[in-house]
């Protein structure tokens, strides 16, 4: 049975594909609506939106952890090569400092929320920008990292593995 556990498939893999991509496609996609919803609470005065924001900053932040724990280990099976390495380590380093910073803004809008929950102040909007910019930064390398480098894809792996690319 333990064969099976520790055996890696053609993506270098022991199980059949990347979940890092799945798990963190829902942190971009509840970081980015609880933006917008703050957004269009803010201009409405549409209170019942900040409630639907801070629920998705509550669960962007525990889904975060998940994120990161599948990116460490599927980057650890990589075996990046010379030129994916910069990119990979910059990957990590801002998913790692967005864990923080998502963790943070979602405790400042704990005492927002718990102090008046029908306001939003600009500030935290201006914040919200900034890691909505943060994310965006994150998603373009994540995206190099898949289609410029080809990471857990057959023909790169192989490559790896054969020693083309070191």
Known sequence: MLEYLTRLNDHNLPYPDTIHPIVV???IAMVLFAFCCD???????NSRLFEVSWWNM???TVAIFVAIIFGQ?????????HLAKSVLN????IGWSLSGIIA?????????????????PIGYLGVGLLLVT????QVYLGDQLVWVYG???VPVVEAVKDGILR
Do not use: D, S
């Open 25 to 27: 496609h829902f942190v």
């Open 134 to 137: 943060i994310v965006g930064m």
């Open 104 to 120: 943070a803004i979602t405790a400042w809008r704990y005492v927002i929320r718990t102090r008046n929950p029908q306001k939003l």
């Open 39 to 45: 957004v269009i609470g803010y201009f409405t005065r």
């Open 90 to 93: 910059m990957h990590t380093l």
């Open 151 to 153: 990471l857990h894809t």
């Open 73 to 81: 280990f599927e980057a650890g099976l990589a075996k990046p090569y």
């Open 58 to 60: 509550c669960l962007a």
